[in-house]
């Protein structure tokens, strides 16, 4: 057996592991075989929030195609803006990316488009950086034949994106999500959740760890902190009260830990 052959049935057997223990109610049999194609096809890894799976289909994140643009020595990433189709005083923006594999390679296209009416009430006033980020992962999808839609380009759960790499001073935890590159911080983005939808936030945190698989929310990864605020945000506007009920199944477990 080959070592990345090696690797590749390690990692699919890590991501069976943490699919069931994330969506345990979406991961049917249907579900889990096509997981284990797209892990020994692009090596994504649901530990890493390289995918995630929603109402029972996969979607690849952004993190997820810039690692695997890495991992295939992509050549370059090419962005500019697309002025004649956007609007900066009604906040709609239209990008236009191309990707180019290796140096001589023919170029990949893909267009994306950001303004209120197709991104989530998180990210008001950074649809230039959604439209920039659905553009690049369309155009990534292009380049590495991938038929996936990615999260970023669903209306309802765009979120702002983090860098792929945790910083010098990061230990790529939620506890570390400092804002440098301009951002919020998730712990910012979830207590203004908590207090618009006036929530019990330790009733949230119990929820935030169970949904990641750890602890404590603070040992989770970005990516799976920035999954859970995205729906949470989804949930409270959509069905508070099936929230609500979801939220006070907690309640117990909280009073045995003060």
Known sequence: MTPSLKVNLR????NLMHAKA???TQCSKLALKILRELTTTFGFSVASGELRIIDGRWFVTHSGLLRLANRRLCNSIRVEPVLQFSDPDGSRWVFKATVHKSRHSRGFVGFGDADPSNTSPLVRGAEMRVAETRAVNRALRKAYGIGLCSVEELGSFSAPQFPVTAGPHSNGHAGSNGSSNGQPRLRDQLCLLIRQHNLDPELVKAY???FCGTATLKDASRDLVESFIT???????KDRDGLLCKLNSYAQR???NP
């Open 22 to 24: 994330l969506w345990p």
């Open 231 to 237: 729906q949470l945000a989804v949930a409270a506007k």
């Open 11 to 14: 990692l699919a057997r890590n």
């Open 208 to 210: 935030a760890a169970d």
């Open 254 to 256: 909280v009073e045995a």
